[in-house]
């Protein structure tokens, strides 16, 4: 089975997100980046899939060389080959889905797996755009998949509830938590990764859809009304929440 | 003059609340920069398509194809891109809900335009629709536009209030899209829906617990408030990965993003993570006995409390003020 996972770097959790000095991107400074936590799970399927099934898993990803560390992950955490579609300018979801077409194009990959989003943008197009580049059919947030020969069969969430999506392979997935539970890496793997190559692509030049005009933080602040626990204050509590913000 | 289409998704009896959250935007844009909001509903029945009138849409296209009774996302997308092509519309709207993230991405490449995602805002400037859009779970925002003709938007769910604006005008229309076997290469083959449980992302009412709460045996406090208030239940990541509750309920940056009236966070201490995916509530109330807990920061009002007392009664209390 040959196997394409899409990854790409992110702040992590933890970050306060602050507004860089270009006013519409994040202030990189001090910041942590990580492999996006979604595509730990859809690396994992990937491994998964290549323990059961044989083949070989590469992981991609668009980006900056600076993002060569979230492959030295990937690589730890055991796929076989890693590539960067190198570009060091600002991009959106149609250019990253271009490029990832482009570079799946020629390569015959049986899936194609991907985090449901990255939690930098949050757009969770990509798998659907992909699919739609390279003619195949895409199941996004996926927590439960099955694949018996050529047959896939995935389980969703949807609003309130699940739904189980069939297609055949060529397929993309967008995993959701909940689909594995991805490994750690061991230490004698990462330090094997350090040496093992990537290799490096040159983006495709095409022009974004879509133009970031400025950047904010919202304002948290709220009326911030702190009581006790006592009965009183309980009473006061379901006043407030009836007159002053009309809830209940 | 801009022609706006609405994806009128079909829900049990009328179309989705979403579409008509969509209707409103729409109704927006166009009370602004004027144009025309045209409804592009799949297989819909006369009554469902009646509805669309009170939400300022004056021309409804059913769209019909061969086997059009099965969900596929991959079907609607391309029937519907065939109806904006045919139409020549200038505009897109979804709602970025679970089947809008299958189909709206699909639909812009298809038709070559750009794409926003979960929008909270959607603005007229000039000739430029300005988005607004969420990003690192909410920590932040951007403003931002469409560069091409046509322009997609999907819509966050309930953060568009539907509103009833009566069309002057209405006029129903059949559309038949011609689909190829291709078209269907994705099916929704079977659902399976959580009868009676409302999922965080519909609910005007939240009730969340933390690592407080101890353990799952005690959570029965969280649900009973939860349906006091008919809303939903939802979870930190501590409870989820701790295997307490189930990951469709985890509210934060690696679970959902909810933005209902009410959200109560009951021993949920406030890491910056979890309040990344709440912080667009209404009202935030904030129940915990450490009074030093991040969550006091960001919450309406909040009580400096034991969940185990204060829980029950804050539950009659509520129940009896119904």
């Known amino acids: 089975m040959n196997i394409l996972v899409c990854v790409s770097r992110v702040p992590d959790t933890t970050t306060r997100i602050l507004v860089g000095p270009d006013g519409k991107t994040a202030d990189k400074t001090g910041v942590k980046f990580v492999l996006n936590p979604f595509d730990e799970f859809a690396l994992e399927e990937g491994l998964r899939l290549r ?23 990937s690589l730890a955490m055991g796929a076989d080959k890693v590539a960067i579609i190198k570009t060091e300018n600002e991009f959106d979801s149609y250019f990253t889905a271009q490029n990832l077409a482009e570079f799946a194009s020629n390569r015959a990959f049986d899936i194609i797996l991907l985090g449901k989003q990255s939690i930098d943008y949050d757009s969770l197009q990509i798998p659907a755009y992909l699919g739609e580049l390279l003619g195949i059919p895409s199941i996004g947030v996926v927590s439960k998949l099955q694949i018996e020969g050529n047959n896939v069969s995935a389980e969703r969430d949807i609003e309130g509830g699940k739904e189980i999506v069939s297609a055949q392979l060529p397929c993309i997935i967008s995993a959701q938590k909940g689909l594995n539970e991805p490994r750690y ?64 | 003059m801009s022609k706006i289409l ?161 069309s002057s005008s209405f006029e129903i229309k059949s559309y038949d899209a011609s689909l190829e076997s291709k078209d269907f290469s994705c099916e929704v083959s079977s659902v399976a829906k ?35 208030l008919h809303g939903a239940v939802g979870a930190s990541r501590a409870v989820v990965d701790a295997g307490w509750r189930p990951h ?11 933005s209902p009236t009410l959200y109560i966070a009951c021993a949920i201490s406030g890491a910056v993570q979890h309040l990344a995916g709440m912080s667009g509530s209404k009202y935030i109330v904030a129940i915990n006995k450490d009074k030093d807990a991040p969550i006091f920061k960001v919450c309406d009002y909040g009580i400096v409390g034991d969940i185990f007392e204060v829980l029950p009664k804050l539950n009659e209390r509520i129940a009896a003020s119904r």
């Open chain 2, 248 to 258: 469709a309920e985890q509210v934060g940056q690696t679970g959902k993003t909810v």
């Open chain 1, 51 to 73: 323990e059961k099934n044989g083949g070989s898993v590469t992981a991609v990803t668009v980006a900056g060389e600076v993002a060569k560390d979230i492959l030295r992950t």
């Open chain 2, 6 to 166: 609405v994806f009128l998704e079909s829900g049990k009896d009328s179309f989705k609340r979403t579409s008509f959250e969509a209707a409103t935007a729409a109704g927006t844009l166009v009370a602004s920069g004027g144009g025309q909001i045209i409804g592009a509903a799949i297989n819909a029945d006369d009554n469902q398509i009646q509805s669309a009138k009170d939400y300022g849409i004056s021309e409804v296209y059913n769209i019909k194809y061969e086997n059009c009774d099965k969900v596929s996302t991959t079907a609607y997308s391309a029937a519907i891109a065939q109806l904006a092509k045919s139409l020549g519309v200038d505009v897109l709207l979804f709602s970025a809900n679970s089947h809008g993230i299958e189909i709206a991405p699909r639909v812009a490449a298809k038709l070559s335009a750009g794409f926003i995602s979960d929008c909270i805002g959607l603005e007229i400037s000039g000739t430029d629709i300005i988005a607004r859009k969420p990003i690192y779970a909410g920590k932040a925002q951007i403003k931002t536009k469409i560069n091409t003709d046509v322009k997609v938007f999907s819509l966050r769910p309930n953060v568009f209030t539907a509103m009833k604006n009566e």
């Open chain 1, 185 to 248: 890496p061991k230490l004698p793997d990462i330090m094997k990764a350090k040496s093992k190559p990537i290799e490096e692509v040159a983006a495709i030049d095409c022009q974004p859809r879509t133009t970031i005009l400025e950047m904010s933080i919202p304002s948290k602040k709220r009326a911030g009304v702190i009581l006790d626990g006592s009965d009183g204050s309980l009473d006061k509590l379901v006043t407030l929440l009836h007159e002053e913000a009309k809830v209940i």
């Open chain 2, 194 to 228: 959580n009868e009676g449980k409302l999922d965080v992302l519909e609910a005007d009412a939240i009730v969340s617990g933390g690592r407080g709460i101890k353990g799952p045996e005690n959570y029965h406090l969280i649900e009973r408030l939860a349906t006091t």
